[in-house]
């Protein structure tokens, strides 16, 4: 009885020992269940919020970069040409103005032409000495010529101002054509506009100098033909006929 009794005490002892053991996961089964919990509708809904915030966060970055490009692009439709031929063509139309302004006898000026038209184109006088009529001749000889020298100038002047034209056009098409927004590349217009003005402007020039001579000529062809018809009519009026008269020759000899 007493081995059977100690073997029991031994078996109870034993199964004291291996009781936290064995109870121990029982004791902690409810606190395992309680950290696996998930629910799939809060985890589908809270996914469903996050990638619509993302969303608009996605937008707004989107919209905050186009606005920065808008205003980049302003900024170069602003941006002025870095490039002007104002000062070259300026000059070229100066030197055609002074090839102008230096027009011989009769200039570009209305009263001034009245007033040698009147002196040297008007009829001829029938009083005219036969000297005055010959110093009448001369003077519209030399407006003819100096009308014909300046038109030649004028044309010798617009023809240096091509090459000069030719730079401007150049480097103007290219400033439009690299141009990096529409301010610069309606500056670069109108400059190649200006150029063209200077251009028409200086074929006015030469346009008008060309008529300037022309009307000389014709103007001294119609008063040498009135001091013809002058000339004629003195030779033929009767008159005293030839007087006769003392004549040195061979140094008084």
Known sequence: MKSLSSTTRALVLATSLLAPVILSPVSTAPALAWRIVFDPSNYAQNVLTAARSLEQITHQITSLQNEAQMLINQARNLAGLPFSALQQIQQSVART???????????????????MFQQNYAAIPMSATEQQLVAGARSRWQNTVGGLQDALRVQAGVVGNIDSNRGQISALIGQSQNATGALQAAQAGNQLLAVQSQQLSDLIAVISANG??????????????????????????????????????????
């Open 97 to 115: 103005q002074s090839l102008l302004g230096e027009a011989k006898n009769i200039a570009f000026d209305v009263q001034q032409i009245d007033r």
């Open 212 to 253: 300037r001579a022309g009307a000389l000529t014709e103007a001294e062809r119609s008063a040498a033909a009135a001091q013809g018809r002058e000339q004629r009519r003195r030779f033929l009026t009767p008159g005293a006929g030839y007087q006769a008269g003392s004549a040195r020759m061979f140094n008084g000899n």
